[in-house]
């Protein structure tokens, strides 16, 4: 199928191209998918990237991504290497010559350790950004540390804080490491939100200050494209 992208694909494609790291808040329906891979594609062309990695949930990570490279004729030459299943399969996948490699983020802490210092992914694309929300995880632990050697990230979302704003902090860090909302969640949630329930010393509850959306949203403007449907 002929790909002819509307004007806010084409917006968030020469985003992803123009800019070393962005997320792009999209709600369902408006392309995110094939916005990437045609930034991939142009990024992977210009010797821009020479080793993308897409982070997806796993049955997105195993149909949605290789779908779409088949779905698209200006795609189609991409070649796709599943890094899933158990340890050996992921294990010859990594070792396939491919453009593109997709793996499931259950299996993201087992990457940054099986590679070490030998991680060669100069590009990440986390698909559903949401997923690394937790600052204690173990997958945004790992990827936090394999962060330093990736040149590019494009976060990928339609519902960046389901629970609370304090869960933009982990994704943004791992875009700009900091650089924004601070080098830590603890001084990210003095800046901006006042403890609320507690029990002891640990706090189960953050209230927003006053102006604290605001005032988040203006420090990661740069860096976000936030797309409605409607």
């Not at 392309?31 to 010797?47: E, Y």
């Not at 290789?66 to 030459?77: G, Q, Y």
């Not at 996948?93 to 991680?119: F, H, K, M, T």
């Amino acid at each position: 199928m002929k790909f002819v992208p509307h004007k806010y694909q084409e917006y968030a494609i020469q985003r992803i191209i123009e800019t070393p790291y962005i997320a792009l808040l999209l709600d369902m329906g408006l392309g995110k998918t094939v916005s990437t891979l045609t930034a991939i594609d142009q990024l992977l062309k210009d010797f821009e990237i020479i080793k993308p990695l897409v982070i997806a949930p796993l049955r997105v990570a195993e149909d949605t991504w290789p779908r779409e490279v088949e779905k698209w004729d200006h795609l189609r030459h991409l070649r796709i290497s599943k890094v899933l299943g158990s340890a050996d399969q992921r294990r010859k996948a990594l070792r396939e010559e491919a453009d593109l490699y997709v793996i499931n983020r259950e299996n993201v802490e087992w990457l940054v350790r099986e590679l070490g210092s030998a991680w060669d992914f100069d590009m990440v694309v986390i698909d559903e950004s949401s997923s690394f929300k937790n600052h204690q995880s173990k997958r945004f632990r790992a990827l936090r540390r394999a962060r330093p050697k990736i040149n590019r990230v494009v976060a990928l979302t339609g519902t960046p804080a389901p629970n609370t704003l304090i869960d933009l902090w982990p994704q943004i860090y791992l875009l700009d490491r900091g650089e924004r909302l601070g080098k830590t969640i603890t001084g990210f949630r003095d800046r901006y939100f006042i403890p609320g329930a507690r029990s002891g010393h640990i706090v189960y509850d953050w209230k927003a200050k006053q102006e604290a959306e605001e005032r988040i949203y203006e420090a990661i403007s740069d860096i976000v494209v936030s797309m409605k449907a409607e």
